[in-house]
């Protein structure tokens, strides 16, 4: 049974930083290539970021190149969401979801984790 288990959010200031975090099980992890999105509140679920199944290739939704960055550690079949200079706008459910194959189709996801972010 595959599970994506996030944690990590929580209510900051605008400036501050959170990591989430996305622990896997059930996959074969080294080879999915694994993504963030996020859904704020009245809005459709977007893209945030995309790591490859190494590690060497990150891809960033526009609106936070710069101040987010995307990890993994194969090891500990995790991937991480460093969030750094946070803004209101950043609210939002906060998903994980996995790629097998690194085909572009994520099949798996996580339940999310809420990053709520005050002015």
């Known amino acids: 049974q595959v599970q994506l288990v996030e944690s990590g959010g929580g209510s900051v200031q605008a400036g501050d930083s959170l990591r989430l975090s996305c622990a896997t099980s059930?996959?074969?992890?080294?080879?999915?290539?694994m993504a963030w999105f996020r859904r704020a509140p009245g809005k459709e679920r977007e893209f945030v970021a995309r790591i490859s199944r190494s590690g060497g290739r990150t891809y960033y939704a526009d609106s936070v190149k710069g101040r987010f960055t995307i990890a993994r550690d194969n090891a500990k079949i995790t991937v991480y969401l460093q969030m750094n200079s946070l803004k209101p706008e950043d609210t939002a459910v906060y998903y994980c979801?996995?790629?097998?194959?690194?085909?572009?189709?994520?099949?798996?996801w996580g339940q999310g984790t809420q990053v709520t972010v005050s002015s």
């Open positions: 059930g996959l074969t992890f080294s080879s999915c290539a």
């Open positions: 979801a996995a790629d097998p194959g690194a085909t572009g189709s994520y099949i798996y």
